[in-house]
């Protein structure tokens, strides 16, 4: 596609329920990154995928917390367990040399 | 990737003027630089970058300064819109490790 595309835009969801968020990085593009920014914040790094590498999970705040990428290019980003702190916009971005591209973003809510 | 730090400082300047953010980078082998915008409900835009060798660069409206001494980044915007109010993220790069500066809330008054 043209740019990186996050699905869903928003998601509400019960506390204690798993929820998956999925990013669609640009074609061709080998890192992707996934970020939390909460209301008003800056943003805080979860995991890091380059290409076949290992990901960098060292931002991932608990292990409720978990990120795939399959086949190189789509990505799933899954909380277990939800809880009202989880509550976030939760953005995708991939590159593939030095500029990075974001998504729009998935607002998480959690009631 | 990581954020430096996640408190978000405001600064606030009269349209028509000229705007002025900072941002302090860690690494001195971070070897090209980023500043994105991020309006309000969508991601962050990319603006304007500069490579470690060059310690100015300009785009329209847009002027890039790099101080390597201080590790020092700043964006200038020239003759503030009310379309500029937006946050302010400054990112260093080194390799693909993306580091984002805590960011700037850029408000603009009528």
């Known amino acids: 596609g043209a740019g990186v595309s996050q699905s869903p835009s928003n998601k509400v969801t019960e506390k204690g329920k798993d929820v998956e968020l999925r990013c669609d990085p640009i074609?061709?593009?080998?890192?992707l990154y996934w970020y939390r920014q909460s209301l008003g914040q800056g943003l805080e790094f979860l995991i890091y995928?380059?290409?076949?590498?290992?990901?960098?999970k060292s931002g991932l705040p608990s292990d409720r917390f978990s990120a795939e990428r399959t086949g190189g290019s789509v990505s799933t980003l899954t909380i277990q367990r939800t809880q009202q702190e989880d509550s976030a916009v939760y953005l995708c971005?991939?590159?593939?040399?030095?500029?990075?591209?974001f998504g729009q973003g998935t607002r998480l809510t959690v009631v | 990737g990581e954020s430096v730090g996640l408190h978000l400082p405001t600064l606030s300047v009269q349209e028509g003027d000229n705007s002025i953010i900072n941002c302090a980078y860690s690494?001195?082998?971070?070897?090209?630089f980023i500043w994105y915008k991020q309006e309000s409900g969508k991601g962050p835009q990319f603006i304007i970058d500069?490579?470690?060798?060059?310690d100015k660069r300009q785009g329209q409206r847009v002027t890039v300064l790099l101080n390597k001494t201080v590790k020092h980044l700043s964006l200038q915007i020239a003759a503030t819109q009310p379309g500029d109010s937006a946050v302010y993220f400054c990112?260093?790069?080194?390799?693909?490790?993306?580091?984002f500066g805590p960011g700037t809330r850029l408000s603009v008054l009528p």
């Open positions: 074609s061709g593009h080998t890192a």
């Open positions: 971005a991939s590159s593939l040399d030095t500029r990075a591209f």
């Open positions: 995928f380059q290409g076949n590498s290992a990901p960098d």
């Open positions: 990112a260093e790069i080194y390799g693909q490790n993306f580091v």
């Open positions: 500069i490579r470690s060798n060059m």
């Open positions: 690494n001195s082998a971070s070897d090209y």
